[in-house]
């Protein structure tokens, strides 16, 4: 994992146009952030233009992120995963083997070399475990696929608006239990 | 609708912003509503540390070529450093006067139809702070020499337009520097400003999206074309 303050230092580079700067925040973060787009678009082709719209935006918004704020990689792989929702929009919607893979334990077995990611993803995985199966469910598919609502719905067969209200009940109960498994 | 009213609203609206949920018009609407309140725009961040570090791979996985290429084609042109030109001067004695202006234009507006609208803020000593360029869609800014303001406080530029409720254009910063060009506020066009002010605000910005006290500076927008 790169390191938060070598990154912080670089974002406030860029936020002053600072173009080498910009160019070694890319060498240390596009292949963490590939994936990220990859997992949710599935074809390279996109991901990778999706991966190239994101980091004219990071160039662009390098001056919003706050400094000290500690999470420089969590803030661009929002910017990822928000280009990544936006590019699925114009995608035709025929996305079928959301089965393939065990995606509510993704991320799971495999070992981290960074030690306190490591140990966020299992405060994430424990939390998550201790809600209803139903909100777990939803709130995973979610997640791992970026998939809508609508998508969770027509997949669990469940009525728009309960899918709705089970994530909705599960993120703030997830919420709480993250901010207590922190404290 | 004030969505501070009703936190528990606003934060499960950003939790399913981050999560991708929230979808369409209501997923633009609300990326109108987190550039107009900092406070939204903060709780999103949370989300975003809590749940971000999920979605990052075990395995890092190399992206093709091609992504770093286009990516740079996108930035502006390298210029020479500005912070430099006026170390040229003793070349510039030596060019006729006319030419060493034609020079100095070049240098100081080397495209002047890509930012015609500028402001500049100062401050109650009569000193320049912020200076605001801007063409329709686009803005950047120049912070001159530093503003400091109280920790529990932040200074939220606004853009003023006639007839219509300010609109903000976000925190200024408080320590020299220039910001990259940015996209302006919710398409806001800058032909339409009249002018732009500054409040202070809470941290992070006004809680109501709107200025919750007097203007402490403001300036009006100039435009550098002229009119033909």
């Known amino acids: 994992m790169p390191e938060i303050a070598e990154l912080e230092k670089l974002l406030q580079k860029i936020a002053l146009a600072d173009q080498q700067a910009f160019r070694d925040f890319y060498d240390a973060t596009a292949a963490h952030l590939y994936p990220v787009a990859l997992r949710i678009l599935r074809e390279e082709g996109r991901a990778a233009e999706c991966l190239q719209d994101a980091f004219v935006k990071i160039w662009l918004k390098a001056s919003e992120y706050q400094m000290g704020r500690g999470a420089p990689l969590a803030w661009a792989a929002a910017i990822v995963r ?17 089965e393939e893979e065990d995606w509510e334990h993704w991320g799971g077995q495999a070992s981290s070399p960074d030690a306190s990611m490591f140990s966020e993803r299992k405060r994430l995985q424990d939390c998550l475990g201790q809600l209803p199966s139903d909100q777990r469910q939803a709130i995973s598919q979610a997640f791992y696929r970026a998939a809508s609502y609508e ?31 922190s404290e | 609708m004030h969505l501070n009213k009703w936190p528990k609203l606003a934060d499960s609206l950003a939790g399913a912003y981050v999560l991708g949920t929230l979808r369409g018009r209501a997923r633009l609407r609300f990326t109108r509503m987190l550039r107009a309140y900092p406070w939204l725009a903060a709780r999103v961040a949370e989300w975003e540390d809590t749940l971000m570090p999920y979605t990052l791979p075990q395995k890092p996985l190399a992206p093709p070529r091609s992504v770093w290429h286009g990516v740079a084609a996108q930035l502006p042109k390298r210029k020479t450093p500005v912070s430099g030109w006026w170390q040229k001067v003793g070349l510039w004695r030596a060019l006729s006067a006319g030419l060493a202006l034609a020079v100095l234009l070049l240098v100081l507006w080397p495209a002047p139809p890509a930012m015609p609208y500028m402001a500049v803020l100062n401050n109650t000593a009569g000193q320049p702070v912020w200076m605001l360029r801007a063409n329709r869609h686009h803005m950047a800014l120049v912070t001159m020499r530093s503003m400091p303001v109280p920790a529990d406080k932040s200074l939220q530029l606004w853009a003023i337009v006639p007839g219509k ?20 506020p919710d398409h806001l066009n800058m032909r339409r400003v009249a002018l732009i002010a500054v409040t202070m605000e809470p941290a992070g910005g006004s809680p109501t999206g709107q200025p919750t006290t007097a203007v402490l500076y403001k300036a009006d927008i100039l435009s550098t074309q002229l009119s033909s």
């Open chain 1, 82 to 98: 928000y280009q990544a929702i936006d590019d699925l929009r114009r995608l035709p919607k025929d996305q079928p083997g959301w």
């Open chain 2, 165 to 184: 409720k300010p609109i903000s254009m976000g925190l200024l910063p408080t320590r020299p520097g220039r910001t990259p060009i940015l996209l302006t």
């Open chain 1, 151 to 181: 998508e969770v719905a027509r997949f669990a067969g469940e009525a728009l608006g309960t899918v709705k209200s089970w994530i909705r009940r599960g993120l703030l109960s997830l919420r709480d239990c993250l901010h207590h498994a």
